[in-house]
């Protein structure tokens, strides 16, 4: 009987889990799939009859997705020059949500955020930016 080698562990350095950059991507892949999940739901919310209760979630939901971007705007993840505009982009159109949750959704506010949806191209943007299959684009977190 030979003694059999250690096995060894696939090479791994120490920094890989914790490496910071791979942390913010990983981030800014959770908060820009969640934003698409948003934009998304806004979209397919436009019926006249949409309720004040629906789109005051949309506000609920707007502010966690916005206080997310807002901390990646400010975090290493925001230094990325493509990543940053993004994040601007999607800034600007979640305030706009946000602000309208409240209230009746007027036809004419809705042109506006649809406008600067379409003007940013920022859901094709978002879709680009986070690959699929790529760990934490499920939607989970």
């Known amino acids: 009987d030979s003694p059999t080698a250690p096995v060894v562990a696939s090479p791994e350095t120490p920094s890989d889990s914790s490496d910071p950059s791979r942390l913010y991507r990983m981030a ?3 908060t820009l799939t ?7 739901a806004f979209r397919a919310s436009g ?3 949409q309720s004040r209760v629906e789109m005051r979630q949309l506000g609920d939901w707007g502010r966690q997705v916005l206080g ?5 705007i400010d975090s290493p993840a925001g230094e990325d020059p493509q990543l ?3 994040l601007n982009d ?20 809705r042109a506006l955020i649809e406008g600067a949806l379409e003007q940013s191209d920022l859901l094709p943007r978002i879709r680009t930016a986070v690959p699929a ?3 934490g684009a499920d939607g989970a977190g």
Do not use: F, K, N, Y
């Open 133 to 135: 299959g790529v760990p």
């Open 28 to 30: 800014a892949t959770q």
């Open 68 to 72: 997310s971007t807002r901390l990646l």
């Open 90 to 109: 999607l800034e600007l159109v979640l305030v706009q949500i946000i602000q309208l949750s409240g209230a009746e959704l007027d036809p004419t506010d």
């Open 34 to 40: 969640q934003a698409e999940a948003l934009l998304t």
């Open 47 to 49: 019926a006249p009859q």
């Open 84 to 86: 940053r505009a993004l």
